[in-house]
């Protein structure tokens, strides 16, 4: 009995050691020796910072922008007016809108705001080559969400109404998806089922003029069948928002509110709305609604991985905002750099990064105890983050 228990025991053992092997095995090499990057939209700059998570310095860049005068050369009279006027609308050139990378960290997916293109960049080429381009029509091409599986990619169209979805690998559309009025972010559902989109209203008009800017609208679409299965509108642009992992509430900023709110997802019912006090800053140097950048007062939020704490860019008031969930109190009003205008989490979840537009750096803050704790230099006008594992090959080719 006591050699047949012995056998067991070494035979259970040896299950679990094959078992172990087997998953390190089936773990591709990539993700084994890859490093947590958080890759940073430089807008004015038309460059990809690429920050190190670990040590939280920028190891070097890519240039997002390589055919620019191509670009601008094949442009006829109606399609540069539109450039012009998209130029203007955002004062100024915004090359990087939105970002994604490949899940083996080899390829980047950048949404060109003004240029009102996708492209695909091989980070792995030693020139860092362009292997697709997908048109956007319309004035600009906005937000992008990638699925979890890496495959699909949804932009948003923000002058045509709708979002596309594109194949990663062959930058081919896959589907077309009506949405409200200028359409703004997207995000996948953690397991992939669900695409959310938000949208604006028309932005150029005035404050007073708000009954008339359209649907400001949160879309829900299957992501398999990429049908509409909800819809709802609030009365001013959905910004910037996190959805619970359970798919049932959103946490969202809205056009001209120097706060956030809570909404359910099912009805689009406002649960709880919270204002912060405005900066001295912001009283000094926004005197009405229509002096708001693109109409957003708070431009940028992140949840934790707990899901008890949010992380939100205070865009007028030169402030990040630390606040508890679901009792939406206010733990601490941490000043930012300039212009703050948008907010990641980390990997682990335990930090947040932000965007300060007009100093061209990131504020790392800490959830828990809601202070800053270092400040990292990168491109020119940063805008929207997003995180990757990137092999160490790929960070040697970057520029310096």
């Known amino acids: 009995m006591k050699n047949r228990n012995h056998l067991a025991t070494a035979g259970r053992v040896a299950l679990a050691c094959a078992a172990l092997l087997m998953g390190a095995a089936s773990t591709p090499a990539f993700a ?8 940073v939209g430089d807008s004015a700059g038309g460059t990809l910072s690429f920050v190190d998570e670990t040590s939280l310095t920028k190891l070097g860049y890519v240039n997002a922008i390589p055919d620019l005068k191509e670009r601008l050369a094949e442009m006829d009279i109606i399609r540069r007016a539109t450039y012009e006027v998209a130029k203007s609308t955002k004062g100024g050139d915004r090359f990087v809108d939105d970002i994604a990378v490949s899940l083996d960290g080899k390829t980047v997916f950048i949404s060109r705001s003004n240029l009102s293109d996708v492209i695909a960049i091989d980070l792995s080429s030693p020139d860092h080559r362009i292997l697709w381009r997908f048109p956007i029509p319309g004035i600009n091409a906005d937000h992008m969400g990638i ?5 699909h990619i949804a ?28 359409p703004h972010q997207n995000d996948y559902s953690p397991d992939g089922k669900y ?3 938000s949208s604006l209203g028309i932005i150029p008009l005035p404050y007073a003029l708000n009954s008339l800017k359209g649907k400001k609208q949160m879309t829900v679409v299957d992501a398999k069948t990429f049908q509409v299965v909800n819809k709802w509108t ?14 049932k509430i959103t946490y969202l900023q809205m056009s001209y509110l120097n706060g956030y709110a809570k909404v359910d997802m099912a009805t689009g019912k406002v649960l709880n709305k919270v204002e912060i006090p405005m900066s001295d800053y912001a009283k000094a140097n926004f005197k009405t609604k229509d002096d708001f950048p693109l109409n957003s007062a708070f431009h940028g939020m992140a949840i934790n991985g707990a899901e008890t704490k949010l992380c939100m860019a205070g865009t007028i008031d030169n402030y990040i905002v630390v606040a508890s969930i679901p009792s939406m109190t206010t733990d601490r009003i941490i000043p930012s750099g300039s212009k703050p205008y948008w907010v990641s989490a980390s990997s682990d979840g335990k930090r947040c990064y932000v965007s300060n537009s007009e100093s061209n750096d990131l504020s790392v803050v800490d959830f828990e105890s809601a202070t800053e704790v270092a400040r990292v230099k990168v491109g020119q006008y940063p805008q929207r983050s997003r995180l990757a594992n990137v092999p160490p090959a790929i960070l040697d080719n970057l520029k310096h």
Do not use: H
């Not at 979805?165 to 559309?173: K, R, S, Y």
């Not at 609030?234 to 798919?247: A, C, F």
């Open 32 to 39: 084994q020796s890859s490093k947590k990057i958080l890759v």
């Open 147 to 151: 699925s979890p599986d890496g495959k």
């Open 155 to 182: 932009v948003s169209a923000t002058s045509a109404g709708n979002f596309f979805v594109i194949d990663t690998a062959t930058g081919q559309q896959v589907a077309k998806v009506p949405t409200g009025t200028f």
């Open 195 to 197: 695409i959310y989109n």
């Open 234 to 247: 609030l009365p001013y642009g959905i910004r910037p928002n996190v959805i619970t992992r359970d798919g």
